[in-house]
């Protein structure tokens, strides 16, 4: 099965840049989608196909691929960017594969 | 807008059954795929399962195949979840999402509906 794997959490401080990590065989050859979770409430989709910013996610949410690696970069981070943010990708033996999640804290 | 509301989650015991639905609304709910995923208490996002536009598809983690079966009435822009043999591992929250093909990447999501396998 195809796996991704993100790291637990990462923390940075307001104004700062955070960038989050989505590893997988390959992973280049995938498009790959984020979602921030804030707990209690639905799933966000920030970007899809790598780097699309769906309608009304800020344009400090960006993303890139390549390689092995994908990576969801927030600029100027704000307090409300605290959240888990999960990478995903569609694979033709495991259908859609969610990262483990990665916990951002606003220090 | 578009709307999805789930609903239908609740306390069961092991090896019981339960049904969750999602009402749909604000989009042409014939013409999209439709997914269920869910987070467990403490743990990440995982996806559980799939179903094409007309129903003709339907795909599913290896952890509930044979005891989850996704469906849809496209009539009522309603899909459906019905839930067997249920295990303490299935508890969660579970949401439905509007999901686009292909890419496959789900930009409408339900609020949840929790689901507490316990005795």
């Known amino acids: 099965s195809y796996v991704l794997t993100q790291p637990p959490s990462v923390s940075v401080a307001p104004g700062e840049t955070a960038t989050i990590t989505c590893g997988g065989l390959n992973i280049a050859s995938k498009s790959v989608h984020w979602y921030q979770k804030r707990p209690g409430q639905a799933p966000v989709l920030v970007i899809y196909y790598d780097t699309d910013r769906l309608s009304g996610i800020p344009e400090r949410f960006s993303g890139s691929n390549s390689g092995d690696t994908a990576t969801l970069t927030i600029n100027r981070v704000e307090v409300g960017d605290e959240a888990d943010y999960f990478c995903q990708v569609w694979d033709s033996r495991t259908d859609q594969v969610f990262g483990g999640g990665t916990k951002l804290t606003v220090l | 807008e578009v709307q999805l509301v789930e609903s239908g989650g609740g306390l069961v015991q092991p090896g019981g059954s339960l049904t969750l639905s999602c009402a749909a609304s604000g989009f042409d709910f014939a013409n999209f795929w439709m997914t269920w995923v869910r987070q467990a208490p403490g743990k990440g996002l995982e996806w559980v399962a799939n179903?094409?536009?007309?129903?003709?598809?339907?795909y599913y983690v290896d952890s509930v195949k044979g005891r989850f079966t996704v469906s849809r009435d496209n009539a009522k822009s309603s899909l459906y979840l019905h839930l067997n043999s249920l295990r303490a591992d299935d508890t969660a929250v579970y949401y439905c999402?509007?999901?686009?093909?292909?890419?496959?990447?789900?930009?409408?999501w339900g609020q949840g509906t929790l689901v507490t396998v316990s005795s």
């Open positions: 179903i094409k536009h007309d129903g003709s598809g339907r």
């Open positions: 999402a509007r999901t686009m093909a292909g890419p496959y990447y789900s930009d409408y």
